[in-house]
């Protein structure tokens, strides 16, 4: 009893650790590439959609300046780390090289608006952020079809 | 009139208290990733803790022991032994989650780091635990969690397509894109969040503590049977709100601040502050109810002394450990381990450990001997029985869903 | 029932891991192990005394967690041998709800530990004698 009781602490212990530390695997062929491609491409779009909604919210006078910089720095972490993660992949083929680009060009322009708008947000400059954040719809709708392309 | 307030305020208090940071980060987040299609699971975590809490309530009242006081005697010493180092544990878990949302909801406020928040935050949780009575902090905090009801208001102010909501909680389905095993991870996670095994600990320790008796368990059954499902409405309007805002626009909710996010877009600058002030109360309550959970369930193992209604030097031990427990979740959350991470993992475990401690109250509460004639009526056990399956259905599905899905991501 | 307030064997299932109080009404330990003495002749075993504190529960216990938890008792309380407090059946009131003693929890062996919290970190902090307001 007590060491069926041990064995099932151990293992769940164990479970929890393999995946809390959810060590990455490299992407050996296209498709496990283009998979982890599609995820960051949802991460990352997940991030500009809050800075959006956000930046709308903080113009309209509904939401007060320290909530709106710290959504806004969350949206800006929370890409980098998406990207920065994607960057480390070794691309298998050509083919995902071309991936590669498309999404690192995607990913790097939202990642540059949305420090935009933390910096405006940090300076106390909510007017400006609905008009700032115009040009993310269109990285946004980007990056909807390059999910939808590869999903 | 004067009992009607009385009990009305029990009520409120259950209600505010029953949200804490486990609720609303698996609300949100599910609500924007599968809509409302995983209501159900809400609901039925909802009655599995009114089934529960009563049934623990009752046994506090009549028997006049705890829940870990149970344990100890149904279970002996050492199966008893193994039931409280995963409690204990769990407890611990959760503690660390809701000082670290005591931070980051004040981190909203501010903009100031909440790393910073965190060691203030686990200081005055102690400091009101060691010098403000048990009812003022039961009632103070769960009074002012109702801000949260500011979530509510929001949603009938997005003028959602009712009709269209209602669907997707009526006709549960796993949206596109999401496979089967995580939808049912998550429905664990709502499951876990609803039932977390320390409101349990804190409710029957208090009874026990305010010394209850056969006549308070009318105040009991009100305070649950309408409290929590009340509370268990706020926690619908987070997975709403999240619903219509962040499910059609393809968001994930991964922190706190995004929670507010829905009442700010509906209500405005007075909705934010509302919510936010409901996340510090509820998260600040839920961290002394855990705090305090340390306590209890190593106390009533052992045997020792524990309670507020005594002086600290007459509860050394009690006191110790929550002196410690707090510290350990003060030090393990200034690491920068992610605390919504944490808290996934405290509520889904907290699922996964139900049974532990529900089936010996389960027992107890049928046992004559204690009891006498407030044992379980037909109806309520044959609610509780089905309960019990599903709790260890659960409990033995929670780890290999966890390895399947990849803690849901 | 025998006549000197002894109570028979298969009433010590019902006392084991039940609730110590003492005569103030403070919770004051487990009944965490029996002591039981058999009679000459063909009188019936007699609970003599109860076992309280972490040494006797880590006999109950058994194994390696038993031998942890007698590590800890003995460091707590800064001594080396085996460590349990031995309540005798004389100073047991009642055991209608708890185990309840007619002396204060001070007078036990199991209780040090509780003294040594008290003393050495409790009592230290502002507001310890005082009850919550």
Redesign the interface.
């Known amino acids: 009893m007590?060491r069926l009781?041990l064995f099932i602490?151990v293992?769940?212990l164990a479970?929890?650790l393999?995946?809390?530390l959810?060590p990455s695997t490299p992407a050996r062929t296209f498709d496990a590439y283009e998979l982890k491609a599609k995820d960051t491409a949802?991460?990352v779009?997940?991030s500009v959609?809050?800075a959006r909604?956000?930046s709308?919210?903080a113009t309209?006078?509904?939401?007060?300046?320290?909530?709106v910089?710290?959504?806004l720095s969350?949206s800006e972490t929370?890409i980098g780390e998406a990207s920065s993660t994607f960057a480390g992949l070794q691309p298998p083929d050509d083919r995902a090289g071309g991936l590669r680009d498309e999404l690192t060009r995607l990913v790097g322009r939202g990642e540059e608006l949305v420090s935009q708008l933390r910096i405006s947000a940090?300076r106390g400059e909510l007017s400006v952020l609905q008009r700032q954040a115009k040009p993310l719809a269109r990285v946004a709708a980007e990056l909807?079809r390059f999910?939808e392309a590869h999903? | 009139m004067k009992k009607i307030f009385g009990v009305t305020l029990g009520i409120l208090t259950a209600m505010g208290g029953f949200v804490d940071i486990g609720d609303i980060v698996a609300n949100s987040a599910t609500g924007a990733r599968f809509g409302m299609s995983l209501a159900w699971a809400v609901i039925l975590g909802v009655v599995g803790i009114v089934v529960f809490a009563e049934m623990a309530g009752r046994v506090a009242s009549v028997s006049k022991r705890a829940v870990f006081d149970v344990v100890r005697e149904r279970l002996g010493a050492r199966v008893g032994m193994v039931n409280l180092a995963a409690s204990f544990f769990i407890t611990m878990l959760t503690l660390i989650a809701e000082v670290a949302g005591v931070a980051l909801s004040v981190q909203l406020l501010t903009d100031v780091n909440y790393l910073l928040w965190i060691p203030l935050a686990g200081m005055l949780v102690w400091l009101v635990i060691w010098r403000v009575k048990f009812t003022s902090m039961e009632t103070v905090f769960g009074l002012m969690g109702l801000a949260l009801i500011a979530v509510t208001v929001a949603v009938v102010q997005l003028h959602p397509s009712w009709s269209g909501l209602f669907h997707q909680a009526s006709h549960p389905s796993v949206p596109s894109g999401e496979g089967t095993p995580t939808y049912f991870y998550y429905a664990i996670a709502l499951f876990g969040a609803a039932m977390t095994p320390y409101e349990v600990f804190f409710f029957s320790s208090g009874a026990v503590e305010e010394k209850w008796t056969r006549a308070d368990l009318g105040l009991n059954r009100a305070n649950v049977f309408l409290g929590f499902p009340l509370g268990g409405l706020l926690s619908l309007s987070l997975m709403a709100g999240s619903a219509i805002v962040f499910f059609p626009r393809s968001v994930g909710v991964d922190t706190l601040s995004q929670a507010a996010l829905p009442t700010t877009l509906a209500i405005g600058k007075v909705g934010l502050a509302a919510v936010i002030l409901g996340f510090v109360a509820c998260t600040f309550g839920a961290a002394l109810e855990t705090a305090l959970s340390c306590g209890y369930t190593l106390s009533q193992y052992f045997g020792w002394q524990w309670g507020k209604l005594v002086a600290p030097r007459e509860a050394a031990r009690f006191h110790l450990t929550v002196l410690c427990s707090i510290v350990m979740a003060v030090l393990v959350g200034v690491t920068a381990i992610d605390p919504i991470k944490v808290t996934e993992y405290s509520i889904v475990l907290s699922a996964a450990a139900l049974p532990l401690t529900y089936f010996p109250i389960f027992v107890v509460a049928n046992d004559r001997t204690y009891m006498g004639d407030d044992v379980n009526g037909g109806f309520q056990n044959m609610l509780a029985s089905a309960f019990l399956i599903l709790l260890v259905v659960v409990a033995l599905a929670t780890i290999p869903l966890m390895i399947a899905t990849k803690a849901g991501s | 029932m025998s006549p000197s307030g002894t109570r028979r064997l298969w009433a010590a299932l019902d006392l084991l891991d039940h609730q110590i109080v003492d005569c103030d009404g403070r919770l004051a330990g487990k009944v965490d192990d029996l002591e039981i003495e058999i009679p000459e002749g063909d009188g019936l075993p007699v609970v003599t005394e109860i076992l309280s504190g972490l040494g006797a529960l880590a006999g109950q216990i058994g194994g390696e967690a038993g031998t942890w938890l007698t590590s800890i008792e003995a460091r707590i309380a800064q001594r080396h041998d085996q460590t349990m407090g031995r309540i005798p059946w004389s100073v047991v009131v009642s055991v209608v709800e708890h185990v309840e003693m007619s002396i204060a929890r001070d007078e036990l062996d199991s209780n040090r530990a509780e003294a040594w919290a008290r003393d050495v970190v409790i009592d230290k902090i502002p507001g310890a004698r005082h009850e919550a307001e």
């Open positions: 007590r009781v602490l293992v769940a479970a929890t393999v995946v809390a959810r949802e991460s779009l997940s959609q809050t909604l956000v709308h919210a309209g006078g509904r939401a007060f300046g320290p909530y910089s710290v959504m969350e929370a940090r909807e999910t999903g």
